[in-house]
């Protein structure tokens, strides 16, 4: 059974610049969420999305953004990126109260 | 809002010891999950093990146990025989029943396993 995949795995983004991630998560998994790590601030939630439908959002700007397809597939969009927007990006896919992580996006805003 | 609080920023212990990580959390919910998430150099979040909070049995997998006390919102994580694989960012973790799925990460802590 595939686990949830991220692409890309690495990213180097410009300030300004916006950048979109991808999450296909586990099959059969319709709740997928995304999380930012950061050294200072740690793991941050940032939104969660359930058959489309954006069930919580964390407190990030709107410059976060995210949408969820059909398939399950969740991508989430950063805008106007800032250097303080480098991070690992991670993402979840829940079936139940059991969350599975991608191994993340490492973003590096320069 | 519920928070969760690792107070150990960092462990070493030799490979064969037995380490506790700390865990507490404040929450005003009756029913929720703990979990413990093992983080590698790899990047990928690997959960290490869950425990409902109605359970008062304490959840065990293999080399890892939890003890749980509900009253003092304590959940710490004790691995037996550490390995060298063991060497990993700890996150304690906590979510609502409500399973709105949005979980709610300790700081971490950084373990090593010294050979």
Known sequence: ?110 | AQTVTQSQPEMSVQEAETVTLSCTYDTSESNYYLFWYKQPPSRQMILVIRQEAYKQQNATENRFSVNFQKAAKSFSLKISDSQLGDTAMYFCAFMTENRDDKIIFGKGTRLHILP
């Open chain 1, 1 to 110: 059974k595939a686990g949830v995949t991220q692409t890309p795995r690495y990213l180097i983004k410009t300030r300004g610049q916006q950048v979109t991630l991808s999450c296909s998560p586990i099959s059969g998994h319709r709740s997928v969420s995304w999380y930012q790590q950061t050294p200072g601030q740690g793991l941050q939630f940032l939104f969660e999305y359930f058959s489309e439908t954006q069930r919580n959002k964390g407190n990030f700007p709107g410059r976060f953004s995210g949408r969820q397809f059909s398939n399950s597939r969740s991508e989430m969009n950063v805008s106007t990126l800032e250097l303080g927007d480098s991070a690992l990006y991670l993402c979840a896919s829940s079936k139940g109260a059991e969350a599975f992580f991608g191994q993340g996006t490492r973003l590096t805003v320069v």
